[in-house]
């Protein structure tokens, strides 16, 4: 017999719906609910706005299991529920602002991942203060959370090209600040 901790997401998943037992999602969220809380805060800065809103996405994922197919980690799933939550919830206190659908290309060139992930911790922590929601949130899930450009075209609902120029936006946005900041890309 396999402990409850050594169930897999899928096989929880598969328990939760068959059951509706709370215990079993009780487990999802114990292996899950600090990244959501951080994943909040970085777009909040306020704790117990970020404890709100972890929350409210655990409740949402609950109430939605049934839709997860199972095409992607159940994690990829969630912190794309993560993001679109936190992401409506700034749009509706008019934080941010759409961004436009149709994408102009940038004349910056490309910033090679190599020289965006050699930037200092210390610079970047600043530099993701200082960019909008919208970057941060397609930064994180591709480089924090790992995402494929296909899992963020569905996160999104966005095309490739999109989704690429927006992550490219996004990382050269992040290497000017950090220039500014005496930290040369070279």
Same mark, same amino acid.
């Given at each position: 017999m396999t402990t409850n901790e050594a169930l897999t997401d899928i096989e929880l998943i598969a328990r939760i719906t068959r059951t509706n037992d709370p215990h079993w999602f009780g487990i999802?969220?114990?292996r899950y609910s600090k990244r959501v809380y951080n994943k909040c805060l970085m777009f909040v800065k306020d704790p117990t706005e970020a404890e709100d809103l972890?929350?409210? $996405?655990? *409740?949402?994922?609950?109430?939605?299991?049934?839709?997860?197919?199972?095409?992607?980690?159940?994690?990829?799933w969630l912190f794309s $529920?993560?993001?679109n939550f936190c992401i409506s919830y700034l749009r509706s206190r008019k934080d941010i602002c759409e961004m436009p659908e149709n994408e102009i290309?940038?004349?910056?060139?490309? *910033?090679p991942d190599e020289d965006f992930l050699s930037l200092r911790v210390m610079h970047l922590e600043q530099a993701l203060t200082e960019i909008s929601p919208l970057e941060k949130m397609i930064l994180l899930m591709k480089y924090q959370d790992d995402m494929s450009i296909k899992e963020i075209q569905d996160a999104l609902n966005l095309g490739e090209s999109a989704v690429k120029m927006r992550l490219k936006r996004s990382k050269?946005? *992040?290497?000017?600040?950090?220039?500014?900041y005496k930290q040369p890309i070279t």
């Open positions: 999802l969220y114990d972890a929350h409210d $996405i655990f *409740v949402k994922a609950f109430l939605h299991l049934k839709q997860f197919r199972g095409s992607s980690l159940f994690s990829t $529920i993560t993001y290309a940038c004349a910056q060139d490309e *910033v050269n946005r *992040v290497v000017e600040l950090c220039n500014n």
